[in-house]
């Protein structure tokens, strides 16, 4: 039997069919696979059942529609149920359901990733499903303009996450009406209760006090999900609204329900053949809910904005960046604002985001000329890239910006964002002790390694304004997970306008048929390398030096014929800790080219660091012209 | 002047000149420095004064006091004020205010460190002080059994961070009632004002939703700080207190009150002197407030803990851990669980912690043996590395166990547990491919690089039970960040009970004077290269099999060793992303040794993995038996 119906004429009866439906293809899904989460699905079927056949606006047919709704299942582990969901909607077929998932090289993977076209994100890591809808959310609201909505499923296990709370900040201070969070309160967690229990109404004042609207109902009374999904689909005013649902776990299967037992486990197929007949046997429903409304509809609600924040797309600002002249003295993370400031205003699907620092970061000269484009963040580094994340999905182009040293608060979203296959352009400024004064809390130690361990990452390092205008630039159609690494301290620009730094390439800034000894470096490093040779130049020894702008990928044939040339001495320095960093990157180079055993010196900053000037840090962490210069030298001499 | 007083003995007419001196002690350090913070330290002034001389119970001639409070600056930037509240009662000098704050080398660091002996916790990231003090406070409620406070001072800006919430729903949950929150809601943050400005209803509401008691005060009315301080150190109830202060940024000096310009700005020595003229010229008070309750008082207010959570530090439980036959098929997270139980019972200053995920980790083991040492941190990654540290911090030898996928979300956490110095054991299972089916969102394929760049790291990796046991009891006296990496599936026992496995060793499984070529694994690869051994052995290559469960430090000689005698020839596979993990570890090595030109295939996960089974993906990523066995081929023959 199949139902295409406008919205709201399928009737609840058959709403039950389809939430008995969604229950028993949940059990014999996960019971097939060997693995999976049935009760978690089970409980959350009404939710679903209710939503996909009379709220949630979306061409089956063409996923790819601007006009559909989005639905981001947060508790991803929940997998059954969204399988199943789209099994109902006749877009997966039963045969895939059961023989394709949770198998190796097939999309039905364990946790739902965009390998499906109706899955906008990755989620499975617990608490980030919501902050991504947030981004989804604010591309509806003020870039799209399209009336569609969000709907995210959120487990109660995972409102223990801080970064549920950072998304309802932000989807209050952001007025996303647009946005609504089913929160399915089963009680029970992996390892048994959660903290608040069936405690609904806890959760309805921490929602309200976030700044949502808050509704309670019963999980599996069809007719008051109903009556909420209905209110949230019809906002009064501009706050999101939060469904605390009370449900049962394993709900419909009287052996399972409410049991602490059996999280995470696929029943025995004897067990899931009694779950099946309880549930009233297997159906082949499909059914299809409500269409999206036309396009071109501005979804924006005519109270929202009432700070009159502006809702543009349109380029505006200089289209061409700031040129420098060789030998000013520029911080590149100002070269970063400027250049982006320029891109955006070339390409109107760049948007930026900022963690409170965009005066540190010079994300503000962004703000100041897209504002339509710019959305602050505040202290959340994890919403942060969770909003990137989601206005990715929507296709646009994030640079997310924050200190170097903070982008480690993100790590486990920038992790998924490449699971998502989501391109998104990071960028962390006051890398290395080179900060100075303000100290370790501060200092970017750790982050070219967090992000080379990306899978599908590209780690760019520029040591001047012309390069790091280059690279920002290049950033912007680069695919996954891209960082661009930028330096407080002001340094002399090194090229002219107009160089061109491919990914992947170097710069050769000192080479003769004599040189005895390669100097790496980036960032401070490179001008320390630059020092340095002249250093031992007025001693006769000659070094070539190699500006390592692009750390992933890292120009291998440049390196191994430096270091072919120079007798095998290299010395490489880094302002960041030894390991998983750019001299790493280089010993992975040139270990996998082979021809030589390296005699390399790898400085970096291998102690705890302290307050002090850049001058005396660079000298305390052994990565300044002295000691590079002194490593050169005993290479050649020694 | 110095006054040493009893609780509550200082006039309010004093505390005033005390707020007076804080103030101008910031201006004065700041500008001495030439950067600092002084308008976010001066909004606090009055909340420190009104602390220190009537409220904070600490014997400054013994900071090492079982009995003191315990003050945690989560505004860490603030250090002015803090540096200045430590001149004020007398352990810092005027001269070390003013010559040493942000030197280099000096101990007064841009942000606090507990190379002060006053300080607990490092701070500076923000979100981190008030989650590191809800350690300090399970230490205080449930260890140590102690009357002390913990207060806490975070800035407004930092509410934004998730983790401020972690920690409340933390401290609501476990009854924290020693617990005070002040908030300086200055409204302003670095660049612009925060997302609620001074709407201080709005965060008592979110306190009060999230199981807090609110209070609210103007933040520069001595008599209403000092009557909330009272109520907060006398709950009437379990709940934490959080105190709502309405500050004014720069307050005191009219020429940058409440303005928006001057944030981490030190004033001009003008300007600075004719703030110090507005605020009354220089002091040098000296001011001795309460001083510790006497040691050995039970703290644990009767009504608290009506679900009887034991309470004890005494061992409990078997003393000797599991023993395992050579052969048995034991998951390394399975011994982990062992080991700890065992550890705990002899050592009753360890303590566990765990994600909601306790009984994958096998944590669950050590919460049953132990209940009174054990902490569900429920799903909240970034609060459960902060308690670990806070109780490091009180002495205790904190495991804290998630997937290692997970720990990436507490990766700021644990960079700021090194900059405490905190003596950390981590613990992450499921790690790499090798989990199947739930696919990459589970999978920690990062861990290995993100914990080898933590300052001073160890990183360890069993591939047995035996060898889990002995490292595990190993990381409980290692100083700083360690990390143990455990494995899903079950694999045989390799060793005999009572093998020794030192940290920065190795294991040489297979050796003979005729080996061609090294194999290097580690966990799960380490059995694949076993079997690729026997593989490579029926067509008549031997194979040097390495189990380099010790990744920091690795085994420098032996490695050298291995590769000179096979010809330079080495595979090494791992169960990682290729940057950063145990292949980057191994070529540093190589590298550092430099003997000889390796000629080495590295063997890890490349691509984004999907669901599958753990043989189906080792089998994909290329680091099963025969991808090794095929690598070590081709060196050998190629």
Redo the contacts between chains.
């Keep these: 039997m199949t139902l295409t119906a406008p919205a709201a004429t399928i009737g609840l009866d058959t709403v039950a069919d389809v939430a008995a439906q969604l229950r028993v293809d949940s059990v014999r899904s996960s019971t097939s696979?060997?693995?999976?989460h049935p009760t978690s699905s089970m409980s959350a079927a009404d939710l679903f059942a209710v939503l996909v056949t009379r709220h949630l606006r979306y061409d089956w047919d063409d996923p790819g529609s601007a006009a559909n709704d989005h639905l981001v299942l947060s508790k991803?582990h929940a997998s059954p149920l969204l399988y199943s969901l789209f099994k109902a909607v006749g877009v997966v077929s039963d045969d895939e359901l059961m023989n394709g998932y949770?198998?190796?090289?097939?999309r039905?993977?364990?946790?739902p990733?965009p390998?499906l076209p109706w899955v906008d994100v990755?989620?499975?890591?617990?608490?980030q499903g919501l902050p991504d809808g947030v981004g989804i959310a604010l591309a509806g609201r003020y870039l799209d303009r399209q009336p569609y909505r969000v709907w995210v499923l959120c487990g109660d296990?995972?409102m223990?996450?801080?970064?549920?709370?950072?998304a309802l900040?932000k989807a209050a201070?952001y007025r996303l009406s647009n946005l609504t969070v089913l929160v399915d309160v089963n009680r029970l967690?992996?390892?048994g209760p959660?903290?608040l229990g069936w405690d609904v109404d806890?959760y309805a004042?921490?929602a309200?006090?976030?700044?949502a609207r808050a509704l309670v109902v019963d999980g599996h009374d069809l007719t008051a999900v109903d009556e909420a999904l209905t209110a949230a689909g019809n906002p009064p005013d501009d706050r999101p609204t939060v469904i605390l649902a009370r449900t049962v776990k394993g709900r419909g299967f009287s052996e399972v329900e409410d049991s602490n037992d059996w999280h995470g486990k696929p029943f025995p197929p004897d067990m899931a053949e009694r779950a099946v007949r309880e549930l009233g046997g297997v159906r082949n429903l499909t059914v299809r809910g409500p269409r999206p409304v036309a396009t071109g509809t501005d979804g924006a609600s005519p109270t929202a904005d009432p700070a009159a924040r502006p809702v543009t797309t349109e380029p505006t600002g200089p289209s061409t960046p700031a040129r420098y002249d060789v030998g000013e003295p520029v911080p590149t993370r100002k070269a970063y604002g400027d250049a982006l400031v320029a891109l955006g205003a070339r390409n109107p699907r760049v948007v930026a985001l900022d963690g409170?620092?965009?005066?540190?970061t010079y994300a503000?000269e962004f703000a100041r000329a897209h504002p339509g484009r710019y959305f602050e963040m505040?202290?959340?580094?994890?919403?942060m890239v969770a909003a990137a994340t989601g206005l990715a999905a929507r296709g646009y182009r994030p640079f997310a910006s924050t200190f170097a040293?903070?982008l480690?608060?993100a790590?486990?979203f920038i992790?998924?964002g490449?699971?998502s296959?989501a391109d998104l352009c990071l960028v962390g400024s006051h890398a290395g002790v080179e900060i100075?004064?303000?100290?370790?809390?501060?200092m970017g130690?750790?982050d070219l390694?967090?992000m080379?361990?990306?899978?599908?990452s590209t780690v760019l390092y520029p040591s001047d304004a012309t390069s790091t205008v280059a690279l920002t630039e290049a950033m912007a159609v680069l695919p996954g997970i891209s960082y661009l690494r930028t330096t407080r301290g002001k340094y002399p620009v090194l090229y002219p306008d107009g160089e061109a730094f491919p990914v992947g390439g170097s710069k050769v800034l000192s080479s003769s048929d004599e040189d005895a000894v390669t100097l790496v470096g980036a960032g401070v490093t490179l001008h320390a390398c630059l020092a340095a040779a002249d250093m031992l130049a007025d001693e006769g020894i000659r070094a070539r030096v190699i500006d390592c702008y692009s750390v992933?990928p890292i120009d291998d044939a440049t390196l191994a014929a430096a270091v072919a040339a120079t007798g095998g001495r290299i010395v490489v320095a880094e302002d960041?800790?030894?390991?998983?960093?750019l001299g790493?990157?280089v010993?992975?180079s040139?270990?996998?080219d082979?021809?030589?055993?390296?005699?390399?010196v790898?400085l970096a900053?291998?102690?705890?660091p302290?307050?002090?000037?850049a001058k005396?840090?660079l000298a305390?962490a052994g990565i300044d012209a002295d000691h590079i210069a002194s490593a050169a030298r005993s290479l050649v001499t020694g």
């Design positions: 696979a060997g693995s999976g991803g949770r198998r190796f090289g097939q039905l993977q364990g946790h990733t390998a990755a989620t499975g890591s617990l608490g296990s995972e223990a996450e801080g970064s549920i709370w950072e900040d201070y967690g992996q390892r959660t903290d806890a004042r921490r309200e006090a976030f700044g409170e620092v965009s005066n540190s503000v505040f202290i959340a580094e994890q919403q040293a903070f480690t608060r790590y486990d992790r998924m490449a699971v296959g100075g004064p303000d100290g370790p809390s501060q130690l750790e390694a967090m080379r361990a990306v899978q599908g992933k960041h800790h030894p390991e998983g960093g790493s990157a010993k992975d040139l270990v996998a082979g021809r030589v055993a390296p005699s390399m790898h900053v291998r102690g705890m302290g307050s002090g000037s005396e840090l305390w």
